[in-house]
């Protein structure tokens, strides 16, 4: 019912930036909480960033003054631009959405993940 799609990972040097993308699409009455996790190789998936459908957003310690998430709820995607990028920000990247569908009821929704690698 809900599909999301990530954009804009790659192969980044230390200290450059890069922009991720995700879109939502389907049916669906509302999109709530967006956000972007991650997982690194023999990790657990963590949290990156979210924020709410207005506005309000919370970041990991370790990437904040970094990142920044943002959206746009006209065209239902969220953004994470990533600046400073360190080799230990090399991880998969997942979208995630709470999403109100039909009949009414919240649901959770991931993307298939995008894969940053920070690396000179």
């Known amino acids: 019912q809900v599909q999301l799609v990530e954009s804009g990972g790659g192969l980044v040097q230390p200290g450059g930036s890069v922009r991720l993308s995700c879109a939502a699409s389907?049916?669906?009455?509302?999109?709530?909480?967006m956000g972007w996790y991650r997982q690194a190789p023999g990790k657990e998936r963590e949290l990156v960033a979210t924020i709410t459908s207005g506005g309000k957003v919370n970041y990991a310690d370790s990437v904040k003054g970094r990142f920044t998430v943002s959206r746009d709820n006209v065209k239902n995607t969220v953004y994470l631009q990533m600046n400073s990028l360190k080799p230990e920000d090399t991880a998969v990247y997942y979208c995630n959405a709470a999403v109100t569908i039909y009949p009414l009821h919240d649901a959770d929704y991931w993307g298939p993940g995008t894969q940053v690698t920070v690396s000179s």
């Open positions: 389907g049916s669906f009455f509302s999109i709530n909480g």
